[in-house]
């Protein structure tokens, strides 16, 4: 029986690439790829079982869960003849890849519940964790299915008989049995054991910081969070001068009200650490370069600051650059801050951008970073360096060159911290009007910026003589923000067919139904409890909302869709958060990315009163979102 359930777990694993060969819309080279390798993938619209027609005009992949970091999570197919493709290299640490393919509102897997899939092999037989993987991915493809905690299962045996020491695996074993089963004493039973797996991982090698994180990982799977602390107690308390233990330090010591006791033990750990040039250690110095700083004592803080200059590490070029800054912001050693700014700047292309992962086995590996974001963050960086360059020339009376940097700056960038930093300069050189067109730029984006318009207001007399005309300009400010938003939003009408929403109920479970939706703007936010950017979303979405909350041609729906929520979670959240008064939906549709269109939550889709998707907002951007969520809801109350 056993080996009957092996067999079907493979078939599982690798049936999917080989179905779309069968089928010959789709296929994936070589068949059993291995890190290192390049694969190629041919989709071949139009042909049998295609699901996207041959005159398509763009196609492109979407990975729905994916270990290929340095990839994006969607990837453009090329068009070659008849066919489109694509190729790539599998990274060192790859184990496994889902994926769908896209062309506008059309999909294209091989079955309702499966997506293609990229299992990574090493000889012919699965990577460490490619299997553990491969069941994280089910939950996107089967949703709340009652099939997706067996077919987990299945796979996570699989993993374990390939690899035994799979220690991640071992306890998702434990973790899926105990949802397995209502039984309280075979809960508990299953609970000390993983208690007894999480342990003897620990114990066999405590002081490795690696494992610590794998340790608590482990109690955050069983739903254990509480014990995450006792974890990095027992670390304090039995190995109180590991390095592990200096890494720990700041948060165990950071509830500590008495700021002269945070920073005595935060300079004894230094004193008693074995290792005085470890990860731990460093942070320690970098705590108190910080805190030294802040405190206008350059001696210390210049001498903690030797301890983590020569990071090298993927952080390198922040590090420095969060030294220069440190010190200008405090107006401390402006030779010294002068020369971290320069050091920065010349290694400002290696800035790092986007996430960068960690991982003891296979060391630092950074997420993907589209081009373009890169050149802008660069140029950014650039500008911030050379704005705090031209204020510690300032600081040293050179004048012209501090007038030179704050141009170059200027012409770089308009970020905050740039204009900031060049108004800053201008004002000082008694050039008031170049001042005042810094600051006012910020509150462009910013208009609710005190300090800024504060500096604005301050720069426009000293130019103009008197305050006459400034509240005027004031005033024109909204129109000018609204026109600049319209124009922006105006150019992303999708006009797409809208999404079916067969799903949906309140949070009493009551069905939305589309006679609800008829003739009205829907605005759909969908969201997690367990969503960090979406819980930063919410106090934006808010305010809209209370601006067209009366307007009867406006309906917002903001919808609990994450992956790990029911509606018991959506009610208890909504009835813990009474600051928000925006209705609260949940989805049953395990599918709701694919219709709407995203594989990231916060997501906003906007339908129009026709039912058509006309706006998509994949991911938080931040205070923007305000003014362009009204920009596109006013655009479409034009047209009703």
């Not at 005085?276 to 030294?292: I, M, N, Q, R, W």
């Not at 949906?504 to 939706?517: E, M, S």
């Amino acid at each position: 029986m056993k080996k009957a359930l092996r067999i079907f777990v493979l078939i599982l694993g690798i049936s999917l690439p080989m179905l779309a060969s069968a089928q010959s819309a789709l296929t994936i080279t070589p068949e059993k790829p291995e890190r290192g390798q390049v694969i190629t993938i041919t989709y071949r619209p139009g042909s049998a079982g295609a699901a996207i027609p041959a005159g398509a005009q763009d196609i492109s992949l979407v990975f729905t869960y994916s270990t290929f970091y340095e990839l994006p999570f969607k990837l453009p197919l090329t068009k070659n003849g008849d066919v489109w493709t694509t190729t790539f290299k599998l990274q060192r640490y790859a184990t496994f890849a889902t994926f769908y393919v896209q062309s506008g509102m059309l999909t294209d897997k091989p079955a309702a519940d499966q997506h293609y899939a990229i299992p990574v092999y090493d000889k012919g037989k699965r990577v460490k964790s490619s299997q553990l993987h491969e069941s994280y991915s089910l939950s996107a493809q089967l949703g709340k299915s009652p099939l997706l905690r067996e077919r987990q299962r299945e796979l996570i045996l699989a993993e374990l008989e390939d690899h035994p020491d799979n220690y991640e695996a071992q306890v998702r074993l434990v973790a899926n049995s105990i949802a397995g089963t209502k039984d309280a004493a075979e809960r508990k039973k299953l609970y000390n054991e993983s208690d007894r797996i999480i342990a003897n991982y620990f114990a066999a090698d405590p002081t490795n910081m690696g494992r610590v994180n794998s340790t608590t990982m482990g109690y955050l799977i069983m739903g254990q969070s509480s014990r995450v602390d006792s974890v990095h107690k027992v670390v304090l308390a039995r190995y109180p001068t590991s390095d592990v233990a200096m890494d720990l330090l700041p948060s165990s010591i950071s509830k500590e009200k008495d700021t002269a006791k945070r920073i005595l033990k935060l300079e004894h750990g230094i004193a008693v650490a074995k290792d005085k040039k470890g990860d731990g250690v460093t942070a320690l110095h970098s705590e108190l370069f910080d805190y030294y700083a802040a405190r206008k004592n350059t001696a210390k803080a210049l001498y903690h600051a030797r301890f983590f200059r020569n990071d090298n590490s993927p952080h390198r070029a922040k590090t420095l650059k969060d030294i220069a800054e440190t010190l200008t912001r405090n107006h401390l050693a402006p030779d010294t801050a002068l020369k971290y700014a320069e050091q920065a700047y010349q290694i400002a292309d290696q800035f790092p951008v986007g996430v960068i992962r960690y991982f003891p086995e296979f060391g630092y590996i950074p997420g993907y970073v589209a081009d373009s974001t890169r050149a802008l963050k660069v140029k950014q960086v650039k500008a911030n360096l050379l704005s705090a360059m031209a204020i510690n020339h300032l600081s040293k009376k050179n004048n012209t060159q501090a007038l030179k940097e704050a141009n170059e700056a200027s012409a770089l960038s308009d970020d905050k911290q740039t204009l900031i930093n060049t108004g800053y300069v201008y004002e000082h050189l008694k050039m008031p009007d170049q001042a005042h067109n810094a600051y006012w730029k910020i509150l462009l984006n910013e208009p609710s910026d005190s300090s800024s318009l504060a500096a604005s207001k301050r720069n426009y007399l000293a130019y103009k003589g008197s305050d006459a005309g400034y509240q005027e300009k004031l005033d024109q400010l909204s129109v000018i923000l609204k026109v600049q938003m319209r124009t922006i939003v105006k150019k992303e009408v999708l006009n797409l067919a809208g999404p079916q929403l067969n799903a949906l109920t309140d949070l009493q479970g009551k069905p939305v139904t589309a006679d609800q939706l008829k003739g009205k703007i829907v605005i759909m936010d969908f969201w997690a409890t367990w969503c960090v950017p979406c819980m930063e979303e919410l106090p934006y979405l808010q305010k809209v909302y209370d601006q067209y909350k009366n307007n009867p041609k406006v309906m917002f729906m903001v919808i609990n869709s994450g992956a790990r929520n029911t509606i018991v979670d959506a009610q208890k959240w909504g009835a813990e958060h009474k600051q928000y008064s925006f209705p609260l939906y949940f989805n049953n549709d395990p599918n709701i990315g694919e219709k709407v269109g995203f594989t990231l939550i916060p997501t906003i889709a906007v339908l129009d009163a026709d039912g058509k998707m006309q706006f998509r907002t994949v991911g938080f951007e931040g205070m923007v979102l305000e003014r362009k969520l009204s920009a596109q809801i006013d655009l479409l109350l034009e047209k009703m």
